[in-house]
């Protein structure tokens, strides 16, 4: 008999994605879908559909007999719940991340054929540490740029005390663009925003320098990659860096990518001449959004917001060392795509898609 999947974020941006990945695995038989705000999309006669709500407590907010079901059967836990917003207040980062996670560990335990407990994460947790990051990294005092990596960072630690009570492994994740294949994207996540911004001259500059390195992954490889290591793959004990490692694009490169798909397939934006942005210090862009929030302008403030939170990332340049998730994956032939043959196909998407002509909204909250 296959495995028993509890996945919860079933409704988010990575967690959609998993649901079909999961289910059209001979390995896996069963899967309860967990979503809080966001529905289950995808239909399979292997995939149970459940609301539920990780703040609720350690039933979850799940029903007596739902909860008996999965306590008796489940086998793996994928947690791909998070708020994942950059500007909200740390206290509801922490109710939703931290707090969250330990909601789930104390269902966890009470669930006697658990196998594994996979968590996902993000490499941001490394906050404003640069240089190289391996997968063994946490514990540092450098600082973030936002509540979401600081919740994730404490959800963390947390997770690795509890490893001798529950076989847990933490998957971080860089950040999610689209899909390798078609480009589409799922859900907008900052990212994408931020783009869109671009599009439309709303974004005069952004921090760090031309050579800081952005690294993404493509959302089809992420999923694959998470799936392969909660099942065929798991390890108690350890973190995999599910991210572009050695293969990043330079801030530099991706906007020039940018402005060469948004030339090529939208050749009304040509007329326009829109200026790159501009790459400038930290200090310099801090003091940029500060004028903006000072101006009172509506559109400026609006657009800022969408940058502000996450962007003074790149002014800490660092790597991610994946050679032990690499190898992991290689036993499995799960490759990753280059990221300049995947980048490209996203923003072709997002162009034709109508992207740019939509609300521009910050960001959207997994899980």
Sequence with gaps: MGHVVLLTGAG???GEALVPVLAARADVSQIFALAHKAGVRVRHENVIPISGNLQAGSDLGMSDDIQG???????????????????APLTE???????????????????????????LSTVHVAGKRTGLISEDDLE????????????????ELLLRQSMPEVPISIVRLSTVFGSSVSGEVGKYAAIH????LYYHSLAPMIPGTADSPVDLVALDFAASAVAHLATEHFEPGRTFQVCGGADVLTVGKMLELTRQVFLQYRPSWRKRRIA???????PTFNLFVASVHELGDHLLQHSVSV??????????PKMYDDRHCAGALEEANLRKDPVSDFYPKVVRWLVESGWADRTIVSEAVLG
């Design 12 to 14: 988010g941006m990575v």
């Design 69 to 87: 079901q999965i306590r008796d059967r489940v086998s793996v836990i994928i947690h791909a719940a998070a708020d994942t917003r950059f500007s």
């Design 93 to 119: 980062s922490r109710a939703a991340n931290v707090e969250g996670a330990r909601n789930l560990l104390s269902f966890a335990v009470h669930c006697p054929r658990l196998r594994g407990l996979v968590a």
């Design 140 to 155: 540092h005092c450098e600082g973030f740029v936002n509540s979401y990596e600081q919740s994730k960072y404490e959800s």
């Design 193 to 196: 925003h931020a783009l869109r």
């Design 276 to 282: 790159v942005p501009a790459i400038v210090d930290l």
């Design 307 to 316: 940058i502000e939170h996450f962007a003074p990332q790149l002014a800490y």
